[in-house]
């Protein structure tokens, strides 16, 4: 089993930055592919970005393109989402998703095997 912790979230003004952290413990080399996702109130849980497990291929919804950085640290089996340009629509609970496929990316909720608890962030306009 792997168990994923995120931290970061907490309340911004619109055009702020946040940044969210995921830590990965358990059975760690199970897992390949990690992303992001994030659920606003009475909406689906929509992917935000991915990354592959060496850190080199990366891929992002178009409503966070150029806003958003997904980066891996495989030592400290942490993943990071650098959020700059926070805009109020941005205001969701993030989880973090790692998955035992091993795919390079992934962007769909049923290919990942293991979800954090969630962080919220609200982004006040």
């Known amino acids: 089993q792997v168990q994923l912790v995120e931290s970061g979230g907490g309340l911004v003004q619109a055009g702020g930055f946040l940044r969210l952290s995921c830590a990965a413990s358990?059975?760690?080399?199970?897992?390949?592919?990690m992303a992001w996702f994030r659920q606003a109130p009475g909406k689906e849980r929509e992917f935000v970005a991915a990354?592959?497990?060496?850190?080199?291929?990366?891929k992002y919804a178009d409503s966070v393109k150029g806003r958003f950085i997904i980066s891996r640290d495989s030592a400290k089996n942490s993943v990071y989402l650098q959020m700059n340009s926070l805009k109020p629509e941005d205001t969701a609970v993030y989880f973090c998703?790692?998955?035992?496929?091993?795919?390079?990316?992934?962007?769909?909720?049923?290919?990942?095997?293991?979800w954090g608890q969630g962080a919220q962030v609200t982004v006040s306009s």
């Open positions: 358990g059975r760690t080399s199970s897992i390949y592919p």
């Open positions: 990354i592959s497990w060496s850190g080199s291929i990366t």
């Open positions: 998703a790692a998955a035992r496929s091993p795919a390079t990316v992934i962007i769909t909720t049923q290919r990942y095997d293991y």
